[in-house]
């Protein structure tokens, strides 16, 4: 079992940052992949970023050029870098760690990007 406690949510202009945190505790965190999925009001709950522990990266084109996925291991910390925020970018932000299928979730975090 892996638990997850996200952080740094929060309401921006747009064009501004955030940088989101997600701690995970558990025996397996150190071997799983990690990342981010959002959810908008009404809309399905979606892949934003992953990175692998041997730090191979994903990102959904929609945040290509602008977000940053790490990933400190050693602190089983993801974290991930926001800039030039969109309006379109508001959602709940869900950290994720997934280890041959078995996934888990944290809370979720709300970032709200005002136009």
């Known amino acids: 079992q892996v638990q997850l406690v996200e952080s740094g949510g929060g309401l921006v202009q747009a064009g501004g940052s955030l940088r989101l945190s997600c701690t995970a505790s558990?025996?397996?965190?150190?071997?799983?992949?990690m990342g981010w999925h959002r959810q908008a009001p009404g809309k399905q709950r979606n892949l934003v970023a992953s990175?692998?522990?041997?730090?191979?990266?994903h990102y959904v084109d929609s945040v290509k050029g602008r977000f940053t996925i790490s990933r400190d291991n050693a602190k089983n910390t993801v974290y991930l870098q926001m800039n030039s925020l969109k309006p379109e970018d508001t959602a709940v932000y869900y950290c994720?760690?997934?280890?041959?299928?078995?996934?888990?979730w944290g809370q979720g975090t709300q970032v709200t990007v005002s136009s």
């Open positions: 558990g025996t397996i965190v150190s071997i799983g992949a």
């Open positions: 994720f760690h997934d280890l041959l299928g078995r996934t888990s």
């Open positions: 990175i692998t522990r041997g730090e191979i990266i």
